[in-house]
């Protein structure tokens, strides 16, 4: 019996040794549901989680087991186990936890979940099916979802901000917003395309050009960046660099959708009509631009251009019955009669808005305000933005007076960047830094004045004055009260010089200001005197509820300081100028 034993035990066996461990039960598991018997598939992986209690892959697969079985409350426990205990990078264990949310019909519970998900997950694993449950969730929830960013597009949603802003004309924001995407992520080159367009729609022309150069430098065949810098060189004279870029542009035949727009609109810039209409009649034949009436504008502008009149008539035609409302279509349809007389020039605007001479017209018919829609129009922004940089004297004069009618924070970026440029003259400065205070600006404003650095202290107007007293405040604001709705801001702002220029020949010596609205009603009459309006002491007195005798006896007082009769020319040159015009 012993030596029987022992030949058993020198015989080799066939019986292979089972070693349990977490990899046998997870192959059983996958095994278990590859037949579709959850049962087993979690039973299998319950025994992998005892052996690798750490292991978060292990808790994550049963979690995911549990949510197939209907399970979701368990399922969504032991994933919120997962990224707060053992690892949290595991961002995936959010969308599982959205998908069990809202099978549990939880929609706010699942959108949170979600959310985070995108806000977290670098990797973008999930990214369409979140976006598809995002959708369910709006529907559900009857509400937007409040998503803020999406971490696998890191940048991308900021982009898509950004290019809404350059499209509302908030040009400063857009910018401030794009410089953060292109230092956090200095490859994405589609932010650095719109930034320089969005520096070149506020006039910084070097800075629009330096960027679409880092652009062709990174990617020399950038369709977008070819465009802007033709349109850059175009504006700059540039014949010698824009010729050969747009013998290029020629010969380019792009593929997708939004570079065959791009490159049409930018040779109809250009004025090249005929590759602009090849481009956009290829567009007209994609089904899903069929229905846009801007398009439809572009093709006609760029038909009429070369000579198809007819088709540019249908083409705008068609625009009217997309878009019923607009007058833009109509007006270029009346143009296109006046062109086929002879009357007028050909229409070459590819904008799909009336001209900017037009828009002021309609401006000039209201009172005293811009219209709402020309405050947002793009288009009238960036001119106002670049005329403000680049115009002459008087231009740049006539954009401060509009920007004090568009008010909103954009327009007070703006101004406070002019009064620190140390080109631009004093004069119109002081004259961005009324209508800032006019417009609610009542902080410290630094400037540079007379060559120098200085801050214009809270609510203060800008003066050589070492003081500057309540009282003569109480003057100024009473007057420009009561000149509000009558008088322009230059009008009023040259009623602050004459008073801050009374003051100054005066002091310390001013005299005792009994009366403030005697002498503000002084002010208003010298000023609507230079400016050759008609107006009497007896009307101030009334408007200003003073004496004539009061009122007179200011107003003489301030021209025997001021000398305003024999030096008006020399005291405002601006308003000299504005008359021999």
Avoid at 67 to 83: C, K, T
Avoid at 273 to 287: C, E, N, P, Q, S
Avoid at 359 to 364: H, I, M, P, V
Wanted: net charge negative; with cysteine.
């Amino acid at each position: 019996m012993k030596e029987k034993k022992r030949a058993a035990a020198g015989r080799k066996t066939n019986v292979i040794p089972v070693q349990w461990d977490a990899t046998f039960f997870f192959e059983r598991a996958v095994q278990s549901l590859d037949r579709y018997h959850y049962d087993k598939a979690l039973k299998y992986f319950r025994r992998a989680v005892e052996y690798e209690p750490d292991n978060p892959v292990n808790h994550c697969n049963m979690a995911g087991i549990l949510s197939e079985m209907g399970d979701y409350g368990e399922s969504n426990r032991i994933l919120r186990m997962i990224v707060e205990e053992l690892d949290p990078t595991m961002t995936e264990c959010h969308f599982y936890m959205a998908n069990n949310y809202a099978n549990l019909e939880q929609y706010e519970a699942a959108e949170e979940a979600l959310i985070r998900y995108l806000e977290e997950d670098e990797e973008g694993q999930f990214l369409d099916e979140a976006e598809e449950m995002m959708e369910l969730l709006h529907f559900e929830l009857e509400r937007p979802p409040r998503l803020g960013f999406i971490k696998a597009r890191e940048g991308f949603y900021e982009h898509d901000r950004a290019r809404s802003m350059l499209e509302e004309g908030k040009f400063v924001e857009a910018v401030r917003l794009l410089e953060s995407i292109v230092e956090k992520n200095g490859d994405f080159l589609a932010a650095r395309n719109n930034l320089a367009l969005a520096y070149y729609y506020m006039g910084r022309f070097e800075q629009a050009m330096a960027t679409i150069k880092e652009v062709l430098g990174m990617e020399p065949g950038n369709l977008h960046a070819m465009c802007n810098l033709a349109i850059f060189h175009q504006h700059a004279g540039d014949r010698e660099e824009l010729d050969p870029l747009v013998a290029l542009l020629r010969k380019t035949v792009p593929f997708h959708q939004e570079h065959v727009f791009k490159l049409a609109t930018t040779m109809g810039i250009l004025g090249e009509h005929g590759d602009a209409y090849r481009h956009f009649v290829r567009l007209l034949k994609d089904g899903s631009l069929r229905y846009d009436p801007c398009l439809y504008h572009y093709t006609a502008v760029a038909a009429c251009n070369i000579g198809r009149l007819d088709e540019a008539q249908r083409m705008w035609q068609q625009a009217a019955k997309l878009d019923p409302d607009s007058n833009v279509p109509g007006y270029y349809l009346e143009q296109l009669t006046r062109f086929r007389s002879g009357d007028d020039p050909v229409p070459t605007s590819y904008h799909y808005h009336l001209p900017f001479e037009e828009q002021f017209k309609l401006w000039e018919k209201t009172s005293d305000t811009m219209p709402d829609h020309l405050k947002r129009d793009p288009l009238v922004r960036s001119s106002f933005f670049w005329a403000l940089r680049h115009g002459d004297r008087q231009t740049k004069l006539q954009v401060i007076q509009a920007l004090g009618m568009i008010a909103d924070g954009e327009v007070k970026d703006a101004l406070k960047a002019f009064i620190l440029e140390p080109q631009e003259e004093d004069y119109l400065k002081r004259m961005a830094i009324f209508v800032l205070r006019s417009i609610g600006v009542h902080e410290s404003l630094p400037a540079m004045l007379e060559g120098r650095e200085t801050v214009i202290e809270h609510s203060r107007m800008p003066s050589r004055l070492p003081v500057w007293d309540d009282k003569w405040q109480a003057v100024l604001e009473a007057a420009l009260l009561r000149m509000n709705k009558h008088y322009d801001l230059v009008q009023q702002h040259d009623l602050l010089t004459l008073w801050i220029e009374f003051l100054s020949r005066v002091y310390p010596d001013v005299p005792r200001l009994g009366k403030v609205e005697g002498w503000a009603a002084a002010l208003e009459y010298l000023t609507a005197k230079m400016h050759r309006r008609a107006i009497s002491y007896h009307e101030v007195s009334v408007r200003y509820g003073t004496s004539i005798a009061t009122v007179s006896k200011c107003a003489k007082r301030i021209d025997e300081i001021c000398g305003i009769k024999e030096k008006m020319k020399l005291i405002f040159p601006a308003l000299a100028d504005r008359h021999r015009d």
